[in-house]
Every structure is written in structure tokens, then in C-alpha cells.
DNA sequence: CTGGCTGCAAAGCATTTGCATGACA
DNA sequence: TGTCATGCAAATGCTTTGCAGCCAG
């Protein structure tokens, strides 16, 4: 397929994470992770969906819903809570870490990141004995153009 | 009923709230705002639901959920993404504001506010003409007794 | 009285799961 | 050739809504 020679140090992630968990590599799940890093910063499962659609007609929900699961377990993809009710997903090899700001009217995502910030969290955890994961900080308001 | 000398301060902000948007002050509606701020820091609508059953039997889970959201509109509740796929609840006027650490083990929340990440959080809006609304900031880990 | 309120049951939504068929290794 | 993957449909779990009767003002 075309895409064989494209994001090859993620497909190369990806299939590592398939082997060691004794699982394979199909079409499908090379398209679903082609399509999160298609797309533009943010996308829920049904947006994933439909555009894999259009180069695999035949896949279905459950289908892209298993592979995001593997996906976010290899930490190729991340969840952000855009507190709409569904689960919104980011390709997340592209960049370390960040956080949001969400405008409540448009929808639109900020990304930023705040290497202050991030010291203080892992501050905080160390002096409750808490051992971080990960975190998530997310700004609600209005951007620019809606305000 | 006994509670009626409790919670004055809620109280009279729930019924302003109410009376502003033309509805009616309700048994069922105290006994959610009650049952919201008799617990311990964060309920999900179930956890409430059965508390208030415990005054109120007959009382019906849409009724604790439309009373939620009129609580979360004038600012009596807050929710908290446990990130367990159901939402939850505290009472907001306790404390100002604060943020979560959330166990993943276990899913105790232990809080914690730190004003320099607030004054940073403003700022990095301002810099982006955003204008903040609410925010959250949650550290997923696992506790003392848990690591 | 009147319009809002309640509880029930049913509907909605996003997400998950069971299962028979199909495909990778 | 056996096991894992897929796609469909059904199920799940949380939350919302329609509706008939009820109640506050």
C-alpha cells in the first residue's frame, strides 16, 4: 500500500507493542493509526472512523475503538476530555506533552505547555508520597474570536 | 423538616438561583443539595441517589440529575472527572477552588491547590487572548498505599 | 387553578462485548 | 492450521427525555 513508507517510527512503535502483546499487524490497524496522524491535532472515534472509511469502507466502530485502546496503551495516542461527553484522541509522538485550553463556544483546542507548571505538579505528588502517571490540565473559557 | 436551620448559605443561593429562573424550591431539590454537602468530598449522581433515597424513597435518579445540574449552574457543585467514565461531584463552596490527584488504583482523590499554578494558568491565558471560564488540573497516579 | 415538578419508563449516546466468519503467521 | 482479528448486532452503563399525574404558589 502507499503508505508503507510513512510514519514509519510510529508503525514501527505500533508493531513492537503488537508482538510483545502476541497480537498482528492487519491493514485495519496500520489505517486507524494512519488516520490519527492525518489529522489534525484532535478527533473523536467516530471522526477516526469515518475517515478510515473513506480508504477501508468495510471497517467497522469496534474495529477503530480496539486499535485506539492499543494505541493508548503504547502511548502513541492520548485521550483529552473535552467535556462534551465523548473521548477525544490526539497522535501523541509528535510532541512530549501538553495541555488544553478548550473554548466552550467553538470547540476549538489551544495546545500549550509550561515547564513551570509541570515541575510544580511532580512537586506536589512528591509531597503527598503520590507517584504521577500522567496528568491532564485543561483551561475552559472562550477563545479570541468567540469572546 | 430538620434541616431547615442547616446550610442557610446554599440554601439561599440554590433558591436565588431558582427563583431567578422562575422554578419552584422543592423537598426532593434540598435533600439533593443536602446530601451533596453531607458527603464526603466527591459523590457520583448513584452515591447521592441512594442517600437520598435513605430520607426520601421514592425519589427517582432524573430528579437527583436535574437537580445536579441546577446546582452546577449556580455554582453550589462542581464536577470531577475521575476518568471512570461516570461523572462526579463535590460541593463547591467549601473551599475557592482546588485541584485533584486521583488514585488509579484505588480512585481515592486527595486535593490540592497551589496559587502559583493558578497565577500561571491566568497568565498563559492572557497571553493567548483566551478568556479562562474554569479549569482543571488532575494528576493521575497511584497514592501512598497504593505504590 | 396553572405551570412547573416528580417518578417512571423509555430513549439516547458513546463505548464495549459476543459471536460466527475471515485472515495472518 | 490454529489463533487472533474483524464486523455486525446486541448489550452495556451513564445520562436525558417524554409523559401523566402531582404539587407549590
Not at 467497522?60 to 473535552?82: H, I, M, P
Not at 495546545?111 to 491532564?136: C, K, W, Y
Request: with cysteine; proline share 3%; net charge negative.
Amino acid at each position: 500500500m502507499t503508505l508503507s513508507t510513512q510514519r514509519t517510527a510510529e508503525r514501527d512503535v505500533f508493531y513492537a507493542h503488537l508482538a510483545k502483546r502476541g497480537l498482528r499487524r492487519t491493514a485495519q490497524r496500520d489505517a486507524v493509526l494512519e488516520a490519527l496522524y492525518a489529522s489534525s491535532s484532535h478527533v473523536t472515534a467516530e471522526a477516526l472512523y469515518l475517515g478510515v472509511r473513506q480508504q477501508h469502507p468495510s471497517i467497522g466502530f469496534s474495529t477503530v475503538y480496539r486499535t485506539l485502546k492499543l494505541l493508548v496503551e503504547c502511548e502513541l495516542a492520548r485521550q483529552v476530555d473535552f467535556a462534551d461527553g465523548r473521548t477525544h484522541f490526539e497522535a501523541a509522538c509528535d510532541e512530549p506533552h501538553h495541555d488544553h485550553m478548550i473554548c466552550l463556544r467553538c470547540g476549538t483546542a489551544i495546545e500549550f505547555s509550561h515547564p513551570t507548571i509541570e515541575a510544580l505538579q511532580d512537586q506536589i505528588a512528591a509531597d503527598n508520597q503520590f507517584v504521577p502517571v500522567r496528568h491532564v490540565m485543561t483551561i475552559f473559557g472562550h477563545c479570541r474570536l468567540c469572546s
